[in-house]
């Protein structure tokens, strides 16, 4: 985690997602773990508002689908189980299609 420094943020909380290879090299949990992680750091900060970009979704190969749907999940799970200080936890899409997978989710989650 840093600081925003020019940035309209406060922090930056810094993780590195999985390179997708197939799917059956554990990249699902690790990738969950990079949100479970981040939220947890949040936590720690007491932050209000946390804003994920699609991880892993870029150069890394991560399949859009399985991957919005993975964070949905991690973000509804931690949020069902943790007291928390976040108030507003955004998912950010690089793209309509990403933007559509998240919509779809969220529209049929707990949040």
């Not at 840093?2 to 997708?20: C, D, F, N, S």
């Not at 936590?43 to 991957?67: D, E, K, N």
């Amino acid at each position: 985690m840093t600081a925003g420094y020019a940035l309209p943020a406060r922090y930056v909380i810094h993780t590195v997602g999985p390179v997708w290879h197939g799917g059956n090299h554990g990249e699902a949990g690790l990738l969950a773990a990079c949100y479970r992680a981040s939220l947890g750091l949040a936590q720690q900060y007491q932050l209000g508002s946390l804003a994920f970009p699609a991880i892993s979704c870029g150069v890394y190969g991560y399949p859009a689908a399985a991957a919005s749907q993975i964070a949905v999940a991690a973000v509804c799970d931690w949020l069902q189980h943790t007291e928390s200080t976040l108030r507003q936890i955004w998912f950010v899409a690089r793209d309509a299609a990403m933007a559509a997978h998240y919509r779809r989710l969220l529209e049929h989650s707990a949040l």
